[in-house]
Each structure stands twice: as structure tokens, then as C-alpha cells.
């Protein structure tokens, strides 16, 4: 089945413990993006990826890293996680340039205490 | 700097009657624009998007969506309402010339009355 795979779903940490979330695609897809949701703002990028090790960033890349070494995994760092990156965040792949579908994974609950 | 709105938060709307869900962005070019919807607990799930030509582009589930160069809005809309299109729906616009460097509006939420 084609998907878009985050781990964790939920995720409860404390300030300043360094965190991965993973996203893994099955698609072949060369084009990757990370997301974070707060209510009223919508989705906002953080970093998106255009093929193997290459990634530039969206609008909110502060506090985020993010690596493609393998065309199918974009995992985004948070180094020293602080209590404003509390939120939704989401993985999206797509095949190819021109606006392809994206698809959407599942979302990763982040809270920072 | 490029921006999109969605002026309503939340729209009510009873099952059957149509909707129109307001969409306006701040770009220089034509950009690529889209249509996702997020249904509770869920991820993001693309119903249209435009890139070019027909202005009036059709989707899934019965949407359709209309550009207006001349009013920076891509307007999304249904004409008969299901139960099961209580959503949020996320206007998009994709900045850059490969479609990747996107901007979302932050949302209508729809409510279905029965």
C-alpha cells in the first residue's frame, strides 16, 4: 500500500531533550516536506526536499533540522526542543516538480513541557 | 511576501444546500494553487488544484473550484452538501516554479447540519 509513514504518532518530551520524528515514503517520490499545524494558522513548512541531499527551508525553520541521505526517509531533529514547537506535525511526499499530488502522513503529536 | 487567506473560520451549512468557501492569496505570478481537506484525526487529502488553462477545475467528492486572476481568489465550491464533508478545508499556494515551497491559509472548518 502506498503511504507516508511519521513515528512516533504521540510524542511527550521535556524542554531540551533532542527528538527525531521519522517519515518514510513507499513511493518512490523524490519530493519531501515537513509541516507543522496550529490552530489558526494552518499548515506552515518547515523544511521540504527536493531529491537526496538536497533541502531548503520553508517558513519556519527555526529550531528544526532536517536530513534526506536516502530518497524514501526524511526525518526532522529538533536539537533542543522548547514548548513553542508544541504542535501537529505533518510529513508530505509528492512524485515530481510541477505541483504533483502530495500525500499526506498520519501526523506526529508533539508536546514539550 | 506571498500570503493566503480563508476570511471564514467556521461555515454551517445544512446537508443538501450549496457551499462556497472563500480562498484569496498575495502572489505576483500565477501561482499553482489547491484544495486540501482534513477530516478529523486525519491528514491532508488533495481535492483540485489549477496550474494553468480552464480556470474551472473539477475535483473529487463533487468539488469544483473556479480561479479569478483579477480577484486573487480560488473559490472553493459544492452544490449539494453531504454529511460527510464536515471538514477543514486548507487553501494552498505553491510559490515556487517546481510546485514545492507551499503556503496554506489557515483553514475554514465546516460544520453539516442534518
Known amino acids: 500500500e502506498a503511504q507516508v509513514t511519521q513515528n512516533p504518532r504521540y510524542l511527550i518530551t521535556v524542554t531540551g531533550k533532542k527528538l527525531t520524528v521519522t517519515c518514510s515514503q513507499n513511493?518512490?517520490?523524490?519530493?519531501m516536506s515537513w509541516y507543522r499545524q496550529d490552530p489558526g494558522l494552518g499548515l506552515r513548512q518547515i523544511y521540504y526536499?527536493?531529491?537526496?541531499?538536497?533541502?531548503d527551508k520553508g517558513d519556519v525553520p527555526e529550531g528544526y533540522k532536517v536530513s534526506r541521505k536516502e530518497k524514501r526517509n526524511f526525518p526532522l531533529i529538533l536539537e533542543s526542543p522548547s514548548p513553542n514547537q508544541t504542535s501537529l506535525y505533518f510529513c508530505?511526499?509528492?512524485?515530481?516538480?510541477?505541483?504533483?499530488?502530495?500525500?499526506f502522513g498520519a501526523g506526529t503529536r508533539l508536546s514539550v513541557l | 511576501a506571498q500570503s493566503v487567506t480563508q476570511p471564514d473560520i467556521h461555515i454551517t451549512v445544512s446537508e443538501g444546500a450549496s457551499l462556497e468557501l472563500r480562498c484569496n492569496y498575495s502572489?505576483?505570478?500565477?501561482?499553482?494553487l489547491f484544495w486540501y481537506v482534513q477530516s478529523p484525526g486525519q491528514g491532508l487529502q488533495l481535492l483540485l488544484k489549477?496550474?494553468?488553462?480552464?480556470?474551472l477545475v473539477q475535483g473529487i467528492k463533487g468539488f469544483e473550484a473556479e480561479f479569478k486572476r483579477s480577484q486573487s481568489s480560488f473559490n472553493l465550491r459544492k452544490p449539494s452538501v453531504h454529511w460527510s464533508d464536515a471538514a477543514e478545508y486548507f487553501c494552498?499556494?505553491?510559490?515556487?516554479?517546481?510546485?514545492?515551497?507551499?503556503?496554506f491559509g489557515p483553514g475554514t472548518r465546516l460544520s453539516v447540519l442534518p
Open positions: 508530505a511526499s509528492s512524485l515530481s516538480a510541477g505541483g504533483s499530488i502530495q500525500y
Open positions: 513511493m518512490n517520490h523524490e519530493y
Open positions: 526536499s527536493m531529491n537526496v541531499e538536497v533541502t
Open positions: 502572489y505576483g505570478a500565477t501561482p499553482y
Open positions: 489549477y496550474f494553468s488553462g480552464d480556470t
Open positions: 494552498a499556494v505553491a510559490r515556487d516554479n517546481y510546485g514545492q515551497n507551499f503556503v
